[in-house]
Nanobody
Framework: QVQLVESGGGVVQAGDSLRLSCAAS????????MGWFRQAPGKGREFVAT????????NYADSVKGRFAISRDNAKNTVYLQLNSLKPEDTAVYFC?????????????????WGQGTQVTVSS
C-alpha cells in the first residue's frame, strides 16, 4: 500500500530555513507527480508546491514563490521541500501527497494519498 512519511519539521525563528523530506513507498514513485500542502490552525488545507514525475516542472503557491523549493530524487523515492526566509504565517502542518497524474499542473483532486504531516512552527 502507499506510504508517505514526512520528516524535517521543527521550531525555528523568522528568517530561518528548514528542509522537509517525504519518503514514499508502495507505488511506482517515479511515474507520478508529488506535492506539498499545509494546514494552519483553524484553516483548511492549502496547496504549497507540486513537482512533475521527472522533476523538470514545478508549480508554487504565490505565497511561497521565491522562498520555497520543491525537488525529488527518484532513485531514493523521496520528495523534498526547502523552506527559506520563513515567516510566522508559514506555521502549519506540512503534508506530502502523491498524485495519480504525472503533471505538476494537474488537479488538486488528483492527490489521493497523503502522509501524516510534519509540524513547522515559525516564531517572530
Amino acid at each position: 500500500q502507499v506510504q508517505l512519511v514526512e520528516s524535517g519539521g521543527g521550531v525555528v525563528q523568522a528568517g530561518d530555513s528548514l528542509r522537509l523530506s517525504c519518503a514514499a513507498s508502495g507505488f511506482d514513485f517515479s511515474n507520478y507527480a508529488m506535492g506539498w500542502f499545509r494546514q494552519a490552525p483553524g484553516k483548511g488545507r492549502e496547496f504549497v508546491a507540486t513537482i512533475s514525475w521527472s522533476g523538470r516542472s514545478t508549480n508554487y503557491a504565490d505565497s511561497v514563490k521565491g522562498r520555497f523549493a520543491i525537488s525529488r530524487d527518484n532513485a531514493k523515492n523521496t520528495v523534498y521541500l526547502q523552506l527559506n526566509s520563513l515567516k510566522p504565517e508559514d506555521t502549519a502542518v506540512y503534508f506530502c501527497a502523491a498524485s495519480t497524474d504525472y503533471s505538476a499542473f494537474g488537479k488538486i483532486s488528483d492527490f489521493r494519498s497523503w502522509g501524516q504531516g510534519t509540524q513547522v512552527t515559525v516564531s517572530s
